[in-house]
């Protein structure tokens, strides 16, 4: 009875968003707001000694200054994950509001609290910070180094963590004759989500209790954060999340609503305003890790594996957030993705003295993919095989079961996607046509495929609450603690609930601001898992609040509930399908009855269980001018097998969306550093080359659709799957265009200098 | 919100002067689309401003009786690529001034403004050193000319002098004639960047289209301010026009050039660029002179 699921509707958010109403956090903003601003540091690594704070009090219109010798001496953790109950499994609480041990370029050291923007800005920059300045490292293996320079005093060498994989016997597999060895070593660099709205949050207090109106994706989550950081009960904390301007994974941490709380505080609980400009989100938010990555494989001249080898070095930066969940992720992927019996992976999360890397759309993904399918290209050279027989060969089988999540692949997930990507861009005949060219301008063909997974568990709590409300003319309000961040999750949310309860789209309100008061708890907008995940609790309350749409109809129309049901907001009658009354009939009189006045609702929480393989690829077609360095990026192809599209023409602009991160990702973007100082270089839109739209081709994307076993809706993760396989391809593309393997990324023209030189292709 | 201490409107040039005058301090904000990014950077942070925004009479282009072209200062880059007499006359600039940012600071954007800001990276700036452009200033003592090269002292400094604002860029009618050119911005991305090289090349040919007459090439970011490079000019001139002139042309243009090592390209790297786009270039201007290589 499926009307709205499967559809392109058109977004809930549409109107207002494409008009200008829909409100953000700075819409929502009082205009009496005092302005926050943060003193950064200007060392890498060291301790402040002093601050001078004269200078900038006496700015006309400053409030308050407050310095890390003002602070709560309180470390917490930032990560947005479920908080563990289990002190081994909680998340590593390393930062204060602001710091005395300043650990990266960019680090709090102060806040000026001001009447306005300028007066803010005027303070903070007569703020005089004295430092004792220590040695930093930027590097990731430096760091590991004995005499490195301890950037967290918890940690020997800088190392948070280290986990391994181990099957089979590698050692000994890798002694069997006539095995063929291939090795690299695959570099990823540290680049931001760069969503359009920086991250900003207002708080003022209310009846005793703080209130935080944060551009977020995981509000339930920062408000137990802000409450750990502030020493407060949870309860006393209230989280509101508006729209926001994306996320990305940058928002999937508290960032500053602690601090902004904290200055709220300070000033007698008055309405404070902390934005972020877009070079402190560059520097001060988060970044994705910078990963680096070694790979050995033994393989048998017919392109069968024999044992294999990584170690993956993941570069954290100053604080934790969400640290060794990343590269973990990436090294658990690699034993699956191409079964080998004889397999060793070990894997490292260091501190530098960089910002704070944590969770960005893919979260270790891309990096493994981008070292992985690099190599195995790699491999596919050194065999003089097709890297599309390669992995038709090698890739996961349909069957696979991982022992660990019980996550199976239950369909030809990986041929029928290669299938299909490979007929899109005729990329048989156009591997053919581009063997053997010797131009300056030449075209080759590439393909990466990705591992992917839905969700957290059973690494971390899986759950979703669900509320609905029903209106008296029969349409319905429903809540989720999964949050709208513009991936369009409020629509997707509403086409399941009009299914699964029975009424029609038009009728379905989903609200769209989650405010830690009332919505029901949920942990926020991450891990591609919303509609996995929510449609758990959407169809389990859907069928509690018909359940009790059904009992009333009963109460009201006297037939029994076995021959009752509710069809497109209509109560019918089994047995001969007449309609009895409307649903709005039915809860205008459940509503105003003087016997039984009865307001419906439901409300539960699932518990989800399971988890679920979201796998594809990408193709890509480049032309490359060897004398200028360029690559021209002329098709690139996305499939994925994300099971039932839910809304087909917003899966779609999902995938484009992350296929441009992947372009960015490939071939431009790249947060640098100078090596002298550790300070950023490139912290603005102007110098970090985001990719712009006329750096993209047109965007190919095709689906198979594979129902998901386990997911009521039949649907997995899309939400970052498609950032993951496209740099891979395009490196791989160029690889076949040129013969030259790149083993870093981004692809820019002064690496193709350098490897074109090495390779002879360019004479100066 | 923006730290500004003083705006001051001027309603004319001369009154432009008086504000220049009277306000040493202060700066001449044209579209706004740097001083206003460096004013919210704090690098001009508490600023007086001089806005000449309103004055039409140094805006749009025009012909001058002597058949010089005159490009008001105040003439936006969109106004600029879509004239008629540009296109006709040095289509090249209109090109280059096309690859600046993005649509709306094109349309803000002015030759006055991205020729005063003194940066060797302007898209602007090659073609006009490679098209011996003059400029106009306009001050307490009235009107003086001068070349662009001199115009350009240093990085970021360009000879304004007391009380002066630019009033327009001249091009020559000997300059333009039978004159045509290519510019090749080179930048890491394809819009929404400067330049890590900027070339511009052209050429006038013979009436039988077989002999170079004259070839010039000046480059953005390839030293401090943009610069000619004469010995590869004085190489082409008069010689045959053939592929193989196209690559000497090339290769003599690192006499002349010396583009720096920085954290956003390598001096090496640069120079690759910077004989690759020459002679690209240069082949382009040829052919669109009516030359067959």
């Known amino acids: ?764 | 919100m923006y730290d500004m201490k003083a705006l001051y409107q001027a309603k004319s040039v001369k009154d432009a002067v008086a504000l220049r005058l009277a306000h040493p301090g202060a700066q001449v904000i044209a579209g706004g689309s740097d001083v206003l990014v460096q004013m919210r950077e704090g690098k001009r942070a508490g600023a007086e401003l001089i806005s000449i925004q309103a004055l039409d009479e140094i805006r749009g282009v025009s012909l001058d009786t002597d058949g010089t072209l005159r490009i008001g200062s105040m003439t936006s880059f969109s106004h600029i690529t879509r004239d008629p007499l540009i296109q006709t006359y040095i289509n090249v600039l209109g090109e280059a001034v096309d690859q600046v940012g993005g649509p709306q600071i094109r349309n803000i954007g002015t030759i006055g403004g991205n020729t005063c800001n003194g940066v060797t990276s302007a898209d602007s700036a090659s073609t006009l050193h490679a098209w011996d452009a003059v400029v106009e200033l306009t001050g307490p003592g009235g009107v003086r000319r001068q070349s662009i090269q001199e115009f350009y002292i240093k990085a970021g400094k360009v000879d304004l002098r007391e009380g002066e604002i630019q009033t327009a860029i001249l091009i020559s009618k000997e300059s333009y004639e039978n004159c045509f050119g290519h510019y090749i911005k080179y930048a890491m991305r394809n819009a929404m960047d400067i330049a890590t090289l900027g070339t511009s090349v052209n050429v006038r040919l013979s009436a039988d289209k077989k002999t170079v007459e004259r070839a010039r090439v000046a480059f953005g970011v390839a030293g401090p301010v943009p610069l000619r490079a004469g010995t590869a000019e004085r190489l082409a001139a008069g010689q045959p026009v053939s592929l193989e002139l196209a690559e000497q042309f090339a290769q003599t243009v690192k006499e002349d050039i010396n583009p720096r090592d920085s954290w956003r390209a390598a001096k090496d790297f640069r120079l690759h660029i910077a004989v690759e786009s020459a002679k690209r270039a240069f082949i382009e201007s040829v052919r669109l002179a009516g030359g067959v290589l």
Request: net charge negative.
């Open chain 1, 1 to 764: 009875m499926s009307k709205s699921v499967g559809k392109s509707v058109t977004r809930v958010d549409a109107y207002e968003k494409a008009t200008g109403r829909a409100k953000y956090m700075d819409d929502l903003c009082g205009r009496e707001a005092l302005i926050a601003k943060i003193c950064h540091s200007t060392i890498a690594h060291g301790f402040v000694k002093s601050v001078d704070t004269a200078a900038a009090e006496a700015v006309p219109g400053v409030v308050k200054v407050l310095t890390c010798f003002d602070a709560p001496d309180i470390e917490f953790p930032t990560a947005g994950h479920p908080w563990s109950t289990d002190p081994h499994h909680q998340d590593v609480a390393d930062r204060k509001l602001l710091n005395q041990h300043v650990r990266y370029y960019g680090d709090e050291v102060a806040v000026v609290i001001a009447g306005d923007e300028v007066a803010a800005a005027q303070a903070v920059r007569a703020i005089r910070v004295e430092y004792e300045e220590l040695p930093f490292v930027l590097d990731v293996q430096e760091a590991m180094k004995d005499g490195a320079p301890q950037i967290q005093e918890r940690c020997q060498n800088n190392i948070l963590a280290h986990s391994d994989v181990r099957r089979g016997d590698y050692e000994a597999a890798r002694q069997e004759p006539g095995l063929i060895r291939v090795e690299g070593w695959y570099d990823t660099p540290t680049v931001q989500h760069c969503h359009i709205e920086n991250h900003g949050c207002f708080a003022y207090e209310e009846a005793g209790r703080m209130v935080v109106v944060s551009s977020t994706q995981i509000p339930h989550i920062v408000r137990r954060v802000v409450g750990q950081a502030l020493g407060l009960p949870w309860g006393k904390v209230r989280i509101i999340k508006p729209y926001i301007g994306g996320g990305f994974g940058n928002k999937q941490d508290a960032l500053y609503e602690p601090l902004c709380a904290w200055c709220c505080a300070q000033v007698g609980g008055r309405l404070v305003k902390l934005e972020c400009s877009r070079e402190e989100t560059f520097v001060s938010n988060r970044v994705r890790h910078a990963i680096r990555t070694h790979i050995i494989s033994y393989v048998r001249p017919d392109g069968t594996l024999a044992a294999r080898k990584l170690e993956a070095f993941s570069n954290q930066g100053a604080y934790a957030s969400h640290g060794h969940g990343i590269v973990a992720k990436g090294m658990n992927a690699f034993p699956q993705l191409y079964p080998c019996p004889n397999v060793e992976c070990d894997s490292w999360t260091v501190y530098t003295n960089r910002p704070s890397a944590g969770a960005m759309r893919g979260y270790g993904i891309p990096q493994a993919m981008f070292a992985g399918e690099s190599h195995i290209d790699d491999i596919c050279q050194a065999l003089h095989m097709s890297p599309l027989e390669f992995r038709r060969k090698n890739l996961m089988p349909m069957g696979y079961v991982d022992g660990f999540s019980k996550n199976e692949l239950y369909s030809d997930t990986f041929h029928q996607c290669m299938d299909k990507a490979l007929e899109m861009l005729d990329y048989r005949k156009k591997f053919e046509e581009y063997q053997n060219q010797d131009g300056p301008v030449r075209r080759g063909v590439g393909l990466a495929v990705f591992w992917y997974n839905t969700a957290v568990w059973p690494i971390s709590l899986e759950s979703s609450s669900c509320r609905m409300v029903l209106n008296q003319d029969g349409s319905l309000q429903f809540q989720t603690g999964e949050t709208e961040i513009g991936q369009g999750c409020d629509t997707a949310y509403s086409q399941m609930v009009a299914d699964a309860v029975g009424v029609p789209l038009g009728d379905v309100h989903v609200v769209s601001t989650q405010d830690t008061d009332v919505t029901p708890f949920g942990t926020g907008a991450y891990a591609s898992r919303q509609t996995y995940i929510g449609g758990f609790s959407i169809m389990q309350t859907a069928l509690a609040l018909r359940e009790r749409i059904l009992a009333v109809a009963h109460e009201q129309t006297r037939m029994p509930v076995s021959n009752l049901d509710l069809v497109d907001g209509q109560i019918v009658r089994k047995s001969d399908g007449r309609i009895l009354k409307s649903l709005g009939d039915l809860a205008t009189e459940s509503l105003y009855s003087l016997e039984h006045s009865q307001h419906i609702t439901a409300e539960t929480t699932a518990q989800i269980k399971s988890n679920a393989y979201s796998f594809g690829c990408s193709f890509a077609e480049v032309e490359v001018d060897i004398p200028m360095c360029k690559v021209n990026l002329l098709r690139l192809v996305n499939v994925h097998d994300c099971g039932t599209l839910i809304n087909p023409a917003l899966a779609e602009a999902q995938v484009h969306g992350g296929m441009s991160m992947a372009i960015g990702y490939g071939l431009s973007e790249e947060l640098k550093f100078d090596e002298k100082t550790g300070k950023p270089l490139n912290n603005n839109l102007l110098d970090y080359k985001l990719s712009t739209f006329m750096d993209h081709p047109a965007l190919e994307v095709g689906f198979v659709e594979n129902p998901e076993p386990t997911s009521p809706y039949g649907t997995k993760a899309l939400g970052e799957p498609p950032a993951c396989s496209g740099a891979p391809a395009i490196r791989n593309a160029i690889l076949n265009a040129t013969g030259v393997a790149i083993d870093s990324c981004p692809i820019t023209p002064h690496v193709l200098y350098r490897k074109f030189k090495e390779a002879g292709l360019i004479n100066d």
